[in-house]
């Protein structure tokens, strides 16, 4: 195998230490995914180096020239502090011919607006969840299709965030006092989806033409308290002791319904494809009791850190973690080439 140089461009505040050692999971939880990146790039024999980038390209420039990378990982979540301005950035990168890991600009502009992605998904007669947009500025009126109970989430935020229990409301009172708190706290337009009941699943897809969807992955929520959904929120997602509190697992979804597996496998690729994505994403799904199954959201470039769901799918069919690092750079190896030949 190829000794790569490999620039891994990330948030300026998540270049991980070089020693982990004496670090709690606590500590260290901010970033372990630049870290486990680095790690496994390092492993494989690659000349690994981060790159901390906060609000100009100039930096990455730099690097560049100094450096002369074979590829750019990409673990940036924020350019500027805003995700929506990631897109450009391997824009430019494509601009001058460099190669990067992950979904293209395209991918990551379309699944970033996740009104603009159900609209595109739903003139293509994917299964969704009725929903519709409350714009910052204007009046909350529910169109009448639209019924209780919703689940109301920022158009523009990723990885649960301003999602909580609250985020699902059953009265038109609820749903003006949610879409305000989204317009305020997120600078955002809210959008407002049908709570659909059910299993949560996850679906890992790696490819750009030819596409390999991961073991289906669900999250269990064995010990809720009284009344609560089994959603997942930024507690769920991200909380250490909720989720051993709450007995939140993810691990390979059993007793599927017959033919379900393989239907989810096609929705998934479709959904990539639709979306245009390259490199590497994950779908997040819900399975209702009847079995009926709805896409939820489609997430480019997902957590890479060891141990998180997309790992975890791809190592229950033996691709070991740092395998998984080298396959991603590949595809980024491959997508450039394929566009630039």
């Known amino acids: 195998m190829k000794k790569l140089r490999v620039l891994a461009l990330m948030d300026k505040d998540l270049i991980p230490p070089d020693t982990v050692e004496g670090l709690s999971e606590k500590d260290m ?11 496994a790039l390092r492993e494989l024999g ?9 609000s100009q ?22 350019f500027r502090g805003l995700g929506a301005y990631v897109p450009y950035v391997l824009g430019y990168l494509e601009l001058i011919g460099q190669p990067y890991t992950g979904c293209n600009p395209r991918g990551l502009v379309l699944a ?11 003139y293509h007669r994917i299964p969704l969840p009725d929903f519709a947009v409350f ?9 009448s299709r639209l019924n209780f109970p919703l689940m109301v989430k920022a158009v523009a935020e990723h990885g649960s965030v301003g999602i909580s229990q609250a985020s699902v409301v059953s009265d038109d009172e609820k749903l003006r006092e949610r ?11 809210a959008m407002a989806e049908q709570y659909i009941n059910g299993r949560e699943l996850y679906v890992g897809v790696m490819g750009n033409h030819r596409l390999q969807t991961l073991p289906i992955w669900e999250m269990k929520f064995t010990n809720l308290a009284d009344g609560a959904l089994p959603i997942a929120t930024d507690k769920v997602k991200w909380d250490l002791r909720y989720q051993k509190e709450r007995g939140i697992q993810t691990g390979t979804a059993e007793n599927l319904p017959p033919g379900v597996s393989e239907q989810i496998c ?28 709805y896409l939820l959201e489609s997430n480019p470039n997902p957590n890479l850190a060891f141990g998180e769901d997309f790992a975890e799918s791809a190592q229950s069919t033996g691709i070991r973690y740092d395998q998984l690092v080298q ?3 590949n595809l980024g190896l491959k997508y450039h080439e394929e566009r630039h030949h």
């Open 57 to 78: 390209l100039g930096v990455i420039d730099e690097a560049l020239r100094e450096f002369q990378p074979h590829i750019v990982f990409n673990v940036l979540e924020e």
């Open 46 to 54: 690659h000349e690994a180096r981060p790159l901390g980038v906060g």
């Open 135 to 143: 714009p910052r500025g204007r009046a909350v009126r529910r169109p």
């Open 327 to 329: 396959r991603i750079v």
């Open 112 to 122: 970033d607006n996740k009104a603009l992605t159900k609209k595109l998904l739903r």
């Open 179 to 189: 879409v305000a708190f989204i317009h305020e706290q997120h600078q955002t337009d």
């Open 266 to 293: 096609h929705l998934c690729r479709r959904v990539y494809r639709i979306l245009d994505q390259s490199g590497y994403a994950r779908m997040d799904l819900r399975l209702t009791p009847q079995g009926k199954v």
């Open 29 to 39: 939880a901010p970033w372990k995914m630049e870290y486990d990146v680095l790690t």
